[in-house]
């Protein structure tokens, strides 16, 4: 039986007494690194009898992660993946003015002491807080003493080439429809989530009926084309082939536009939320001659699909 999780608001509940290990980051797609962080957490909170938890942002926004609007995991998402890993509380947090304004010590103070009531820190080593993102690792560990709290530092997880990993190069992998690279640091598929909206009904009329996503969240989207993807409905997964694109075959303009042809699924799911699994990119977005041009294409990206799924999913 799994087990409950814990939410904590720190904008509105009392300060809460049960004694934590708190990882703290912003943890947008909770790559290998941050597992890394989350497996040292619950390691040490089996250790010392501690709480494994987290301190998470309510909303993801434009002044989270600076210059990008788009990012790889909602608030939900993060929820679902850190649960499975073991988290079991969860700080919510307004990153709202207030929280900007805060000096490295009175985050260490009014956040990790009083609230958070945090026993052991666990953060990467260029973790920054307070205003400006004037608190270092070094601060953390200066005012130790005075609150009673222990700060561990964990080690970068690095990509092949050596950097280290990082939600800012998963999100350009995943722009640039590197989606096996992206997926191989992520350590799971990447996931969109979204309702299925009404379209134009012109993959009916091809024999290759779609559903259209309208995203829930402001995902970063791979690059336009067709890719190998899983489809969760209604608990269930499904292979299909997704596109992403504007129809250039019959339309002009760049209206993108998501949309997955789902293997041997005909229910009607309009209005229902759907998540879709990126696998492997197949090949980019083509203008077609004809609608006929277009359906022998689509035949062969589903023989190339079911050929991979066959080949290596199985």
Do not use: W
Not at 13 to 41: A, C, I, T, W
């Amino acid at each position: 039986m799994k087990e409950k999780i814990r939410i904590y608001d720190l904008n509105s509940d009392l300060p809460d007494l049960e004694k934590k290990v708190v990882s703290l980051g912003y943890f947008d797609g909770v790559h290998l690194g941050h597992q890394k962080l989350m497996k040292r957490n619950v390691d040490l909170s089996k250790k010392y009898g501690y709480t494994p938890s987290i301190l998470l942002f309510k909303e993801n926004t434009k002044t989270t992660v600076k210059d990008d609007k788009r990012y790889l995991s909602s608030l939900e998402d993060k929820v679902e993946i850190l649960s499975q890993l073991g988290i079991k509380t969860f700080c919510l947090v307004n990153f709202d003015e207030n929280f900007m304004k805060l000096s490295p010590t009175d985050f260490i103070k009014t956040i990790i002491a009083e609230k958070l009531n945090a026993k052991i820190i666990i953060v990467g080593d260029d973790y920054r807080f307070g205003y400006k993102a004037s608190g270092t690792v070094d601060t953390l560990r200066e005012y130790e003493n005075i609150f009673a709290y222990i700060t561990d530092v964990v080690d970068f997880e690095m990509e092949d080439d050596h950097a280290k990993i990082s939600s800012g190069h998963l999100r350009n992998f995943i722009r640039n429809g590197e989606i096996k690279k992206a997926n191989k640091y992520l350590g799971r598929p990447y996931k969109i989530r979204g309702k299925v909206v009404h379209g134009k009904r012109r993959g009916r009329l091809l024999n290759f009926p779609t559903a259209n996503l309208d995203l829930s969240f402001p995902y970063v989207i791979p690059t336009d084309g067709v890719y190998l993807t899983i489809t969760n409905i209604r608990g269930k997964d499904y292979y299909g082939l997704t596109n992403i694109g504007s129809n250039p075959t019959f339309e002009e303009g760049d209206d993108k536009k998501i949309e997955t042809f789902i293997f041997d699924f005909n229910d009607s799911i309009y209005d229902e939320d759907i998540s879709v699994e990126f696998i492997e990119f197949l090949r980019p977005d083509f203008k077609f001659n004809s609608a006929e041009e277009l359906i022998a294409q689509m035949d062969k990206d589903k023989e190339n699909g079911l050929n991979y799924i066959e080949k290596h999913l199985k």
